[in-house]
């Protein structure tokens, strides 16, 4: 495909999702997307980086991509102490999710929220039907107000329920690993529909983009309903106006 073509798709789709934040401002359910202000526009200021486990990566990955204000994510292992780990050797650390921000659309706090209300932080030893040590639930923190914030949801969160305990670690960053690019932005991948709509990036461009990263929490469904709903209706758009990428699709 020419590389206009594909500019064009992805300038389509980025206007179309663009519109569904801003239009999607009074909705006010308790869901990660609704958690930062879908009305504040990209600011100015540095990008800021976090890491959380909370499961399975992929999961993890599509939880945060849908949020405003997330610029990129990456999965990647951290937590532990083995150097150079691998998905089928990661050792002691936990599968985890890197979240670059923009701490001008969305703050740390927020953030948090994502993480709780994206796992069940009670759970002992595993997310679901993932059993194991490196699906435990940990939040990490870079810095003394990062570690006080998570602290305060920490108990916030387990003021909601005293029967069971958040099992929830903070532990400071020490390194993130990145994990293998076919864990990158899996859910995505699982959708070639998609991948082919945003013209088929190279893997280090699809590892880098934020559509990706919001196209990847659409095809875990992990947008909330409207969103999701609002994506539906915008891609069959593109698709009925029959973009000379699409035929034969
Ligand atoms: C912690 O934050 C500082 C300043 O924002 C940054 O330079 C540093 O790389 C961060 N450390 C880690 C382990 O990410």
């Known amino acids: 495909m020419a590389l206009s073509e594909r500019n064009a798709i992805l300038h389509l789709l980025t206007l179309a999702l663009l519109t569904i934040a801003v239009t999607n401002r009074a909705l ?39 949020a405003n ?20 050797s990661l050792g002691d650390h936990a599968e985890s999710v890197q979240v670059e921000y923009d701490p001008g659309v969305i703050n740390f706090r927020q953030l948090l929220e994502v993480f709780w209300s994206s796992h069940d932080s009670r ?13 435990r639930s940990i939040i990490f923190t870079n810095g003394t107000e990062e570690a006080r914030l998570a602290a305060v949801s920490k108990e916030k969160e387990q003021l909601r329920s005293r029967s069971s305990i958040v099992t929830t670690q903070i532990q400071q960053l020490v390194a993130f690993y990145p994990a293998e690019p076919e864990h990158q932005k899996f859910e995505l991948k699982r959708r070639p529909f998609l991948l082919q ?30 969103i999701q709903n609002q994506i539906d209706a915008k891609i069959n758009q593109i698709v009925k106006k029959g973009w000379p990428v699409l035929r034969g699709v």
């Open 28 to 66: 006010g359910i308790r869901i990660p997307n609704q958690i930062s202000d879908p009305s504040r526009e990209p600011s100015d200021q540095p990008l800021k980086i976090a890491v959380f486990a909370l499961g399975g990566f992929w999961r993890s990955e599509a939880a945060f991509g849908c």
């Open 69 to 88: 204000g997330v610029v990129r994510t990456t999965v990647g292992y951290a937590g532990g102490s083995k150097s150079n780990p691998e998905y089928r």
């Open 123 to 135: 759970q002992v030893f595993g997310q679901g039907p993932d059993v194991g040590n490196q699906y």
């Open 197 to 226: 709509l945003m013209g088929n990036l190279p893997e280090e461009e699809l590892q880098r983009s934020s559509l990706a990263a919001k196209l990847n929490g659409y095809a875990a469904d992990l947008c909330p309903p409207k």
